[in-house]
């Protein structure tokens, strides 16, 4: 593969790392036309499919394994997608257990210890809140998610918090929980990928 520069490698595997595998035949097409460097396949598959994600990333990250000035739009732009894939990704599997979740003893310790394997800290902070929920300082963590009404971890583990008591509006807080989960994870993987873009662009 011919790329800009060696670090381009790095930061096309990093952004395939963060797809993962492929699901379904036409992400499977996609990833086979990516591989063999069939740009005009990759893009006509990713335009027929403008609500996946993952053949939506691939269909930029094809235009990367040649040198071309626009090399730091379309690596953004196929790190952006496989961010959004990841978030969806996170949901459907989140999803999945819950339904497990639901049908257990005890839904609501299930449901909440699905959400949390989700919330890796990414700052001192993040540790802080997550030791104040271990702890069942609740209300610790929720003036903390109230001090930092944009970050997607406190928001879910404000939710978490009002998950500890079996209540019947469990199901609705779990999913929020999870929303906040999804976006924590793909603002992980967006930093990520930005510093390996970074790295191949300098």
């Known amino acids: 593969m011919t790329t800009t520069t060696p670090n381009v490698k790095i930061a096309i595997d990093a952004i395939l790392a963060a797809l993962g595998d492929p699901q379904g035949d036409w992400q ?31 269909g930029f990250l094809v235009s990367a394994k040649i040198p071309t ?13 496989a ?5 969806q990704r996170t949901l459907v599997e989140l999803g999945d257990n819950f339904a497990d979740d639901f049908n257990s003893e005890n839904p609501d310790s299930e449901g909440i210890k699905s959400v949390l394997k989700f919330l890796s800290p990414a700052s001192d902070l993040h540790k802080m809140a997550l030791e ?25 583990l404000s939710y978490l918090s009002s998950a ?14 999870a929303r906040e989960a ?21």
């Open 28 to 58: 499977w097409q996609v990833y086979k036309e990516f591989r063999e460097g069939d740009a005009d396949s990759a893009r006509k598959t990713a335009a027929s499919n403008l609500g996946d994600n993952f053949c939506k990333s691939l």
């Open 69 to 81: 000035p626009n090399l730091p739009n379309i690596l953004s732009a196929a790190a952006i997608a």
């Open 83 to 87: 961010a959004d894939h990841v978030e």
């Open 132 to 156: 104040l929920f271990q702890a069942s300082d609740y209300d610790g963590v929720k003036k903390l998610a109230a001090s930092n009404l944009d970050d997607n971890l406190f928001k879910a």
């Open 164 to 177: 500890i008591k079996p209540s019947p509006a469990l199901p609705t807080i779990l999913a929020e929980a």
């Open 182 to 202: 999804a976006k924590h994870v793909r603002a992980q993987i967006v930093r990520s990928l930005s510093t390996s873009i970074s790295a191949a662009l300098n």
